[in-house]
DNA sequence: ACTTGTGAACAAATTCACAGCC
DNA sequence: GGCTGTGAATTTGTTCACAAGT
């Protein structure tokens, strides 16, 4: 709906609810209360209210919110409503296992082919998918306008896919490389950052010696365990 | 150093001025600005400043801050001096693909051997790491007081192969499946939120779109440039 | 009781403005 | 001129307090 009034933390948070949303609504259930989604997700109530309020949805006192509604209304959110097609350049182990996550159907994702540079590993099917060469991206790209590339290749090869991604009018790039990419404005880049999820949880470990130190003493606790979002 | 007072959204930005301070050691450079870090992430110079400064760094005018010094202290707070073992919990194609990642060297990571359930994956060693039968699992951990687990199972199998990690005394848990894990207290999870970062993705490219009609009517550009960090 | 929904208060994070230095 | 460093202002995000509905 007004999708891009939704700022990011929030909608970082929307998947969380839906899995919960999705669990509850095949278990049977057809309300659900901001309170439950909360206690599963150690969050605070109120902040879910306010996230599930910019989804469009609005609940009824007592009873919570309509989880078929709901969950339509957050896959809309999502973006999981829209079929997006898309391309893999890098074709290994992490490639070819994105290529079978079959779990990306519900995001609305579908990669339709993966490229290599590796003869070895071009022809190959995986998941049905075909595997060719990169002489055949930029046309591939062109002619089936594919919107979205995503990128497993090596953090070296990662500048000269993307812009051959570019040069064919793509128009995202899911990262999976730890290089930063130089793209023309139009382009959008969204990294998995590995490197940032691993010093954060360094910290936490810090932290809960930390917490179980003044736990000791007779500190707090809550606050620790808050870490584990 | 005093790591414990840097906050997240700082941290989660170390890891990329450190490939910048990296990539300007290679070259040679002895001095880098906050403002040249700045322009290529495209980020406020302030901004990089400010993290920076609670990495313990200081810079001289004029000069910027010491190349060499910068990365030591970034490593440090990124916990990357400090070497740490973990086990990886499903030797599918991600955890093997996980296994391979010689990068996880420099983050401060070695995983010394991975796990699964499938008898077909099991014996077989993958970058000089055995995969071992789940039957081996809490003992290897707790004879090697191995602190960290990475679990790359199925999202059904995940709860049970963590409570599994957690009864054999594990700290941490990185979790590569899109499952909210219970653990009790002193566990700590960090999960890739692969769902989060493509709707995110989902949402750059609807701005983007959005950004460009109003920028046909004359509108600013510079806010949505600002999306692509 | 238990819920939603919301304005106000609060906390966190970012950016601005500018002083000081080379 | 270009740089660091920092208090203040601003923006953003979260939590509190409470009215209202069932």
């Known amino acids: 709906m007004r999708a891009e009034c939704i700022h990011e933390p929030t909608l970082r948070r929307l998947p969380l609810y839906h899995a919960i949303v999705a669990q509850e609504q095949e278990q049977g259930r057809e309300f659900v209360s901001s309170s439950l989604i909360a206690r599963q997700l150690e969050l605070n109530p109120v902040q879910v209210r306010k996230d599930l309020e910019t989804t469009g949805t609005t609940g009824t006192p007592r009873r919570g919110f309509p989880v078929a509604e709901l969950r339509r209304r957050l896959e809309s959110c999502?973006?999981?409503?829209?079929?997006?097609?898309?391309?893999?350049?890098?074709?290994?182990?992490?490639?070819?296992?994105?290529?079978?996550?079959?779990?990306?159907?519900?995001?609305?994702?579908?990669?339709?082919?993966?490229?290599?540079?590796?003869?070895?590993?071009?022809?190959?099917?995986?998941?049905?998918?075909?595997?060719?060469?990169?002489?055949?991206?930029?046309?591939?790209?062109?002619?089936?306008?594919?919107?979205?590339?995503?990128?497993?290749?090596?953090?070296?090869?990662?500048?000269?896919?993307?812009d051959r991604l570019v040069a064919a009018g793509i128009r995202g790039i899911w990262n999976f490389t730890p290089a930063k990419l130089r793209v023309a404005f139009p382009v959008m880049v969204?990294?998995?950052?590995?490197?940032?999820?691993?010093?954060?949880?360094?910290?936490?470990?810090?932290?809960?010696?930390?917490?179980?130190?003044?736990d000791r003493l007779g500190g707090i606790e809550e606050q620790i365990v808050q870490f584990n979002r």
Do not use: N
Request: charged share 25%.
């Open 78 to 162: 999502l973006g999981w409503s829209v079929r997006t097609e898309a391309v893999l350049v890098g074709a290994g182990h992490l490639g070819a296992s994105l290529m079978q996550y079959d779990r990306f159907d519900r995001f609305g994702l579908s990669i339709s082919a993966g490229f290599d540079v590796d003869p070895r590993r071009v022809g190959v099917s995986i998941a049905g998918k075909p595997v060719l060469a990169m002489d055949c991206l930029e046309s591939y790209v062109r002619e089936r306008g594919i919107v979205l590339g995503i990128l497993t290749v090596s953090p070296e090869a990662a500048q000269e896919a993307t």
């Open 190 to 214: 969204e990294r998995i950052e590995l490197a940032a999820s691993l010093a954060v949880l360094w910290k936490k470990l810090q932290a809960r010696k930390a917490g179980m130190e003044t």
